[in-house]
């Protein structure tokens, strides 16, 4: 089986975010998704099959299967594209978010996924504590995703966060969205941090993204935005909400193909 793995949302190697992506040729169990997911050992492992017009596309971290993936979605699109598996200018997946697409622009893949609004909602105090914040957030809300959103003012706010490693991984939570406004030429900044499904804090996070451009459009009065996520590997993202979608766009580095062999 073909495989690759490719940086997402950067345009040089080893920086944003690495995720695995293999190319079915047959429908392959959960289990054993699973296993390769954990494997491969990287924050996702996404699987797509050939499924009539459009294709099958299956999100694993090493712990657990994801409903939706960013940046798993944008390698695929890279890797089909790679492969020669796609001619034209866009391509559809059906997954466990319903139907996505992902179109080509130059150097640029443009996703098109469901806009995920956050709810003003207290924090749990828990997360609180394992952010190990200094000051309150300006707003805390939570999304259909259980993601949970803390706007923290600044781009400095959300860099010099240091939560605590084994507090964060102890909350049985998919996703907690640290974000500032931007600073240099982005309109906001970004973490994320995905304890239920055995990431700490992940390097660039593409559904976070569904829930961010609806809050900061309501925030700043637009629909078009650059985003920064500050992880240690950093990674950039065009984002536009339009209506009931979010259309999230990346560049992507192919570093590595090859085959694996299934037992």
Not at 49 to 78: I, M, Q
Request: charged share 20%; hydrophobic share 45%.
């Amino acid at each position: 089986m073909t495989y690759f793995i490719i940086d997402a949302f950067t345009d040089k190697a080893f920086a944003g975010n690495p995720a695995a992506v293999c190319l079915l040729e047959k429908p392959l169990t959960t289990e054993l998704m699973a296993s390769i997911a954990r494997e491969m050992n990287l924050s996702e492992t996404a699987f797509v099959l050939r499924e009539g017009d459009a294709w099958r596309l299956r999100w694993f971290t090493p712990a657990v299967e994801v409903p939706l993936c960013g940046h798993g979605t944008l390698a695929t699109a890279r890797a089909l594209h790679e492969a020669g598996l796609v001619t034209g200018d866009k391509v559809h997946f059906n997954s466990l978010s319903g139907d996505l697409a992902a179109r080509y622009h130059g150097d640029w893949i443009e996703l098109d996924f469901p806009s995920l609004p956050p709810t003003p909602a207290p924090v749990p105090e828990a997360v609180l504590d394992a952010l190990k914040l200094n000051s309150a957030p300006h707003w805390t809300g939570v999304n259909a995703h259980r993601y949970w959103l803390l706007d923290l003012g600044s781009a400095a706010a959300v860099r010099a966060v240091t939560p605590d490693l084994a507090a964060t991984m102890a909350l049985d939570l998919p996703g907690i969205i640290v974000t500032g406004a931007g600073d240099a030429s982005y309109d906001f900044t970004s973490r994320f941090f995905a304890p239920a499904d055995g990431i700490f804090e992940d390097p660039v996070t593409g559904s976070a993204h569904a829930a961010l451009a609806p809050y900061w459009s309501s925030v700043l009065g637009k629909t078009d935005f650059v985003a920064y996520q500050a992880s240690s590997r950093g990674g950039i993202l065009r984002v536009r909400l339009a209506g009931d979608r979010v259309l999230i766009a990346g560049e992507t580095v192919v570093v590595a193909t090859g085959d694996l062999r299934i037992p």
